[in-house]
């Protein structure tokens, strides 16, 4: 009798309690809560991010959220701190043509010269449409030296009229990233409105969406946005990330999370009511279309876009069956390290869908860090080698034939190291070694004094062999 009252009594405790924490939102929130608090805390040690904030919301609004660290003016890091969004502005451009188009205001069939003639010059074929722009196969090329411009005021119109014919363009049809696409769909905004993107946009998105506290005018970028961060040998280096006006399109919105997971939960709607509309395949297993990528993960359809610019990365990512989606920014990134952080997105996806998160990939910034300090060790103990003999007078007597022949090897030799290194680098990487600098300070900075050894190594061969030669004219005796 006495048992059957004790598990009777331990039976209604247990009742209680679920009926309590089903009743309770605080309670029910709290595990996901401190599920995704964790990771964030995880991921932004991981990386040497001086920051993270992210958001799970639903359609309703906000599931969990999480932040860590400071910014770069040392304020704590919260869901408010402003951030640089880079590439995940492309899906407000997108929505925004979208927006646009069922208004009647565009048609995406139409040829982008037939609304924007300035664009003539760039395009590769004057039937690309503003639906090729939109899913990325106009041939563009993606070309980080013509974007990107920190010094732009003017609107995008103005921007494309100042191109001139780019290299390395493709045929249309085929997918190929290009931020390109997007400054050419910001300035089609602008000229079939009559109005500025910024107007526009926040009238057909910002707005519907909530998010109208999202940074567009680029003197309050500059005012309010703190300095973002990049790898620097092992640590972080503030940098102060500058705006482009004609770049909003594709990659200068700024505002915080909350901006983003209002927006998030509006475009959530979108896609569990209307879809994804049309989209292409990229040849990397997803698809591309309306500013997103489109990928299974998990076994659910999962439409997601990232974005980086110098110091500061951004994800985006909506589960439409699932009623879910994530938002997350961080204040550190450097391109050499972009496989790294982006896992930290991919992992912020997977912990919802099936609470998983992968090991991140090694970061290879050490690895092309170690590389390049191992040569300079190198090269620096040829310095010492070379100095000593010539200062104490070791240096092998050379006949004049000799002593040319080694100089003209060693000055070819460092030659082609020199203009191979600084050719070859820029010419991988598309940039120049400024925008290098911007994206990986560390690298660069190794690589002008590796440079600069390699010099020093020339002019010091040159001295030796003028001193083995000198020694070999002095007279017996002397």
């Known amino acids: 009798m006495e048992t059957r009252v004790l598990r009777a009594f331990v039976a209604t405790l247990v009742v209680a309690a679920s009926a309590m924490f089903a009743v309770n939102p605080v309670a029910a929130e709290a595990q996901p809560t401190m599920a995704l608090q964790s990771a964030v805390d995880d991921w932004a040690s991981a990386i040497g991010a001086p920051g993270m904030t992210a958001q799970i919301v639903d359609l309703g609004g906000v599931v969990a959220e999480a932040s860590t660290g400071v910014d770069g003016n040392g304020a704590p890091v919260d869901t408010a701190t402003p951030f640089v969004w880079g590439s995940v502005s492309k899906q407000f451009t997108a929505a925004t043509v979208l927006g646009l188009e069922r208004d009647g205001v565009i048609d ?46 003017g609107s995008a119109t103005d921007a494309v009229a100042s191109i001139s014919q780019l290299d390395d363009t493709s045929e249309r049809g085929t997918f190929r990233y290009s931020s390109l696409n997007y400054m050419l769909l910001q300035a089609v905004v602008e000229q079939a409105t009559g109005e500025s993107f910024s107007v526009v946009l926040r009238r057909v998105v910002l707005e519907p969406a909530g998010a109208g506290a999202t940074i567009t005018d680029p003197d309050e970028f500059t005012r309010v946005v703190p300095p973002g961060h990049v790898p620097f040998f092992g640590s972080s280096k503030p940098i102060d990330v500058g705006v482009d006006s004609a770049g909003l399109g594709y990659g200068y919105l700024a505002g915080s999370v909350d901006d983003l997971g209002l927006y998030a939960s509006w475009r959530l709607g979108q896609l569990r009511e209307e879809g994804a509309g049309d989209e292409v395949e990229t040849g990397q297993g997803t698809e591309y279309g309306n500013g997103l990528f489109h990928e299974n993960i998990g076994e659910q359809n999962v439409w997601w876009h990232a974005g980086a610019v110098p110091g500061y990365y951004t994800y985006v990512a909506m589960i439409p069956d699932q009623d879910k989606a994530v938002v997350l920014a ?42 390049m300090l191992g040569i300079l ?21 050379r006949s004049l034939a000799g002593a040319v022949v080694r100089i003209l090897t060693t000055v070819v030799l460092c030659g082609i190291a020199v203009i191979g290194a600084l050719a070859g680098v820029t010419s991988i990487l598309g ?48």
């Open 108 to 153: 995406t069939e139409e040829p982008v010269v037939d609304v924007l003639p300035e664009a003539r010059r760039m395009l590769p074929d004057v039937a690309v449409t503003i639906g090729d722009l939109v899913h990325h196969t106009s041939g563009l090329p993606h070309d980080i030296t013509v974007t990107d411009d920190w010094t732009r005021r």
């Open 330 to 371: 961080t204040n550190r990134y450097g391109e050499i390290e972009a496989e790294r952080v982006a896992a930290v997105g991919r992992n912020l996806t997977t912990l919802i869908l099936d609470g998983s998160s992968s090991e991140l990939p090694t970061s290879m910034a050490r690895t092309a860090l170690g590389i």
């Open 377 to 397: 060790a190198v090269v620096v103990s040829l310095i010492v080698w070379l100095a000593a003999r010539i200062f104490t007078g070791a240096s092998t007597e």
């Open 431 to 478: 940039a120049s070694l400024l925008v290098m600098w911007r994206w990986a300070p560390d690298i660069t900075l190794t690589l002008w004094i590796l440079l600069g050894a390699v010099l020093i190594v020339a002019a010091l061969v040159v001295a030796n062999e003028v001193v083995g030669y000198n020694q070999r004219r002095k007279p017996t005796g002397q």
